[in-house]
């Protein structure tokens, strides 16, 4: 996607500007509170309707102003133009896309795909693996235009299985299992993610795959779905129990990566 258009009013301290960025790179330069971060905080309005700085929309709002409007005219990767259009005041928001009133902001996502990196974005590394896995997600969901819903029932199982897990209510949980199965397995095929190279050294011709020990790969895969099922059950285990799922998986990981070193490859 390339932005061929930018318009901006009363987002933070720009009151009105319209911008014509570069279609390759484009590098914003200026003082201290002299609109940087709020100009990149308009196209993330434009992208996501919300905020990445601040979950209160009204604190994005010009202090002299009810409501912010961002607009722009798009170039996108089929060579056709779209306009996307955002109103925000502290209750509500309006979006139009080529002229025509959406409720959905998955739209303007796909519209729109974009992923922002700022200081906090050490978190990354730092925090939860859920940050992770919705950053990844994130990247999918732009990729694929069916990952969406699939996602979302995925998403949905898992809660009513967790939540049956935490109530210890086993009666339904084969139900959700089963759920949790299939569409986990449809998530899994749409998923795209970018593998991790290795180092030269540890590449492999195909042939040589065949010589990899069976049962070596089996151990590792027993091993890590051994993890998984303790993994969901780790809330109601004593501080004993979680030691030991921990020794579990650095476990399983430490063996993993002697596969890796041994024969070059990653396993699924």
């Not at 990196?117 to 990247?139: C, M, N, T, V």
């Not at 139900?175 to 299939?182: F, T």
């Not at 790969?217 to 030991?244: G, Q």
């Amino acid at each position: 996607m390339i932005i061929i258009k930018l318009n901006i009013s009363s987002v933070r301290n720009i009151i009105k500007a319209a911008v014509y960025p570069s279609p390759t790179l484009n590098f914003i330069v200026g003082k201290n509170a002299s609109g940087k971060s709020a100009f990149l905080e308009a196209i993330f309005l434009l992208g996501r309707i919300k905020s990445f700085r601040s979950t209160a929309i009204k604190s994005v709002i010009n202090s002299s102003q009810l409501e912010l409007v961002v607009s722009a005219e798009i170039l996108q990767i089929n060579g056709a133009t779209a306009h996307l259009g955002v109103q925000i005041d502290s209750k509500n928001y309006y979006c139009r896309i080529n002229h025509q009133t959406t409720h959905k902001k998955s739209d303007f996502a796909y519209a729109l795909p974009l992923q922002v990196i700022h200081p906090k974005s050490y978190e990354l590394l730092d925090a939860a693996p859920q940050l992770r896995r919705e950053f990844l997600d994130w990247g999918v969901f732009n990729d694929n235009e069916s990952f969406l819903l699939t996602w979302r029932n995925y998403k949905k199982a898992l809660a009513h299985r967790n939540s049956l897990l935490k109530t210890r209510s086993l009666k339904q949980l084969n139900v959700w299992n089963n759920e949790l199965v299939y569409y986990g397995t449809m998530v899994n095929k749409k998923i795209n993610y970018p593998k991790p190279r290795l180092p030269q050294q540890l590449v492999v011709h195909k042939e040589e795959y065949k010589k990899a020990d069976i049962a070596e790969i089996k151990k590792y895969n027993l091993l890590m779905t051994k993890y998984y099922e303790y993994f969901v059950l780790v809330k109601s285990m004593d501080w004993f129990e979680r030691i030991i799922v921990r020794t579990q998986l650095h476990n399983a990981s430490e063996f993993y990566i002697k596969l890796v070193n041994k024969y070059g490859f990653w396993f699924k």
